[in-house]
């Protein structure tokens, strides 16, 4: 491996995927840190209008590519954080082998950037590596219990085959990787339309709709607020020593998508009937990260409890349906029906 350049000061980092839902609002901390930032995304999912106060900004440049495509990006960068792929089911799906090939080549395309350029490289990996998991907690160590030709495979094997190429390059000696595995998030630049079931419950809730609840209800997540989630990732690229294998990061607090529901409720003031429907193809029955590992090596752990951040979650949305939902997106017409279809079988 290279050797890194030690930068002090203000780092020059590109974000790929930063006009997303983590992306930008991880685009946002790294700036007010004082560093440079890159913002490359195809606006696929992403949104100009996340990226809108940083217009102006010296310290900040957007690039409209798709990282599938090689990147040539000139000057010197110091991190590559890589955070381009659909995330939520309805949009990933839509187009599953763009998914796969942005997890592949996109990522490989990253890759030979940080090497070009010794950065050093973060990969979003996630959860659903673990598939719909028999070990409870997930621990990084758990090798899963995936499948890996049902209709979620192009995220999640997408997402296998993106950790193999890291590490491949890391024990090559070719690039310093670090590999984050996010459980839910959730916070402010959540698409309303992006069929995840934080998202899914309070627009239907401020809608005056009935909510849409798959299964019993009793199958559970970890939710992370996104400013926690964000400043693991920050804690992770910046650790010195390079952790041997992925780290889980998510919040360990378990809830049922009842209780979930349960707490928009409450804190709207309201009641709604709910509507059940058969839970998807491979939907995970339970889901708790094991967060021992990013405690032990980066001294990180989340404190916003769910409770909290679904005040500052709800407004935000409340906010959107205010100003009439017009989210700009230059995504292809499958996506729209992709989303209505898959939404409909019931996507989390």
């Not at 939710?223 to 998510?250: H, K, Q, S």
């Amino acid at each position: 491996m290279q050797e890194r350049r030690l930068t002090t000061g203000a780092k020059r980092i590109l974000v790929a995927g930063g006009a997303g839902f983590i992306g930008s609002n991880l685009c946002e901390h790294l700036l007010a840190l004082g560093h440079n930032v890159t913002c490359v995304d195809n606006l696929l999912t992403g949104r100009r209008e996340n990226l809108r106060a940083h217009v102006g900004n010296s310290r900040f440049r957007f690039i409209d590519a798709d990282i599938c495509d090689p990147l040539n990006i000139e000057g010197p960068i110091d991190e590559v954080y890589n955070l381009a792929c659909a995330a939520s089911p309805p949009s990933y799906q839509a187009d599953p082998v763009h998914t796969m090939m942005t997890c592949v080549q996109g990522t490989l395309n990253l890759l030979q950037l940080a090497e070009r350029h010794v950065a050093r490289f973060l990969q979003a990996s996630t959860s659903e590596i673990y598939g719909d998991p028999e070990e409870h907690p997930q621990r990084e160590d758990y090798v899963g219990h995936v499948n890996c030709t049902g209709p979620r495979a192009c995220y999640d094997e997408g997402k296998r085959a993106a950790e193999t190429l890291c590490y491949d390059m890391l024990r090559s000696g070719r690039v310093d990787v670090r590999v984050a595995r996010i459980f839910n998030t959730y916070g402010p630049r959540m698409r309303p339309d992006d069929g995840r079931i934080v998202s899914n419950l309070i627009v239907q809730t401020l809608k005056g709709e009935a909510l849409t609840i798959y299964g019993s209800g009793e199958q559970t997540r970890a939710f992370c607020y996104v400013t926690d989630l964000v400043r693991g990732l920050v804690e992770l690229m910046t650790v010195a020593e390079t952790p041997d294998g992925p780290i889980n990061l998510g919040n360990p607090g378990e809830f049922t998508v009842n209780r979930l529901a349960s707490l928009i409720l409450s804190q709207l003031g309201v009641s709604r009937p709910v509507r059940h429907f058969p839970l998807p193809v491979d939907d995970p029955r339970r889901r708790r990260p094991d967060i021992d590992r990013a405690q032990e090596l980066l001294a990180w752990t989340p404190v916003v409890p769910l409770e909290d951040g679904l005040k500052p979650t709800i407004q935000w949305f409340r906010q959107t349906l205010a100003a009439g939902a017009s989210l700009e997106r230059a995504s292809p017409p499958q996506f729209v029906v992709a989303a209505a279809r898959i939404a409909a079988q019931g996507a989390t």
